[in-house]
C-alpha cells in the first residue's frame, strides 16, 4: 500500500475498453472486502460498482464526467449519511479502495464536484448523498494536453512544504522539512503528504505531542460552498489514511481516539493517534 502511496496520480483519459474479466473479479473484491469493513469512527459503507453498459462517451455524458473524465468504462461509489463522522468515514474507505486499484495497476480519479448526482439517485437506498466516485479502468498511456491542462489548473502536483502543515509541540513551532532526521513518524507525514484532496487544497493541519498525532481541519475560505456537503471532510479521511499507513509501514502500535488537544484558531479537530510504542 505504501508504494502505492507514493506513485498514484489521478487518471482522466482511459483506454477504450472493458475490464477484462480477472480484473473486474479483483475490483469486485476490493470492494466487497472493504464493505466489510469500518471507518475511523466505526462507520460502514457499502460500496457499488456502476457498469452501464453503454457506449464510454455516453457514460461520461449521462454521469456529468464528459469533458473532464474521457472513456471511463465504469464507476464505483458509495452512498451515505451526510454529516461529519460519516463523511470522514467514507473518505477513508474509498482511498483505500483507489489505494488497493493502484496496486493492481488499474487507474481512478476522485469526483465530489464534477458528476450529475441526480443520474445515480437510485443508488441512494436510503442514504442521504453519494459524496464521491471514481472511474475505475485502464489508464491511457500517453498524458494528453487536456489531462495536462486540468493538472495544471488544479494545481495538483504542487504540495505544501511540511512547515504549512505540520507543527511539533504546539502552533508556534512548524515543522521544518531540512531537518528530517528530527522529524517523529516522518512516514506518515511523507505519506500525507503526497495526498490527494479536493482541488488540491490540503487542508489537513498537524500537531505532534510526544507520542500523540493530532489532526485538525483548516477549511478553506469560501470553497465548494454550492456543494450540498463539506466535501473538506472527505479530505479528513483520506489524511487519516495516509497517517495510519505511515505507522504501519514504521512497525508501530497505535490508537485512534478522541482525545485531550489543544485548540488554534477556527481549526476544526478531527481525531488523534497515540502511539504506543
Not at 487518471?11 to 469500518?38: A, F, G, H, W
Not at 465530489?112 to 442521504?128: I, N, S
Request: with cysteine; proline share 6%; net charge positive.
Amino acid at each position: 500500500m505504501q508504494e502505492a502511496i507514493m506513485k498514484r496520480k489521478s487518471v482522466r483519459t482511459y483506454e477504450k475498453r472493458k475490464l477484462s474479466e480477472p480484473d473486474l473479479e479483483c475490483v469486485k473484491k476490493i470492494l466487497e472486502k472493504t464493505n466489510t469493513m469500518k471507518g475511523p469512527f466505526a462507520n460502514q459503507m457499502t460500496f457499488f460498482y456502476y457498469d452501464p453498459n453503454g457506449d464510454f462517451d455516453d457514460e461520461g455524458k449521462m454521469i456529468g464526467t464528459y469533458g473532464f473524465v474521457k472513456n471511463p468504462p465504469a464507476f464505483f461509489g458509495a452512498a451515505t449519511k451526510n454529516d461529519m463522522h460519516h463523511l470522514i468515514d467514507f473518505g477513508y474507505l474509498f482511498e483505500r479502495i483507489v489505494l488497493k486499484l493502484t496496486k493492481i495497476g488499474l487507474g481512478t480519479v476522485w469526483l465530489g464536484g464534477t458528476f450529475h448526482r441526480q443520474a445515480l439517485k437510485h443508488l441512494l437506498h436510503g442514504m442521504d448523498i453519494i459524496p464521491a466516485i471514481s472511474p475505475v479502468g485502464y489508464p491511457e498511456d500517453k498524458t494528453t494536453f487536456r489531462d495536462k491542462a486540468i493538472r495544471f489548473s488544479i494545481k495538483a502536483d504542487r504540495r505544501k512544504d511540511f512547515s504549512e502543515m505540520y507543527y511539533l509541540e504546539d502552533f508556534k513551532q512548524p515543522l521544518i522539512e531540512t531537518y528530517e532526521e528530527k522529524i517523529p513518524y516522518l512516514s506518515s507525514l511523507i505519506f500525507l503528504q503526497k495526498a490527494p484532496s479536493a482541488s488540491n487544497k490540503q487542508p489537513w493541519r498537524v500537531l505532534i505531542q510526544k507520542n500523540v498525532i493530532h489532526l485538525y481541519l483548516e477549511k478553506t475560505p469560501n470553497y465548494a460552498t454550492s456543494l450540498p456537503f463539506p466535501i473538506q471532510y472527505l479530505d479528513m479521511g483520506i489524511a487519516l489514511f495516509h497517517i495510519e499507513e505511515g505507522l504501519k509501514f514504521d512497525q508501530k502500535t497505535y490508537e485512534m481516539k478522541m482525545t485531550n488537544h489543544p485548540q488554534y484558531l477556527d481549526w476544526i479537530y478531527i481525531l488523534s493517534f497515540e502511539i504506543k510504542d
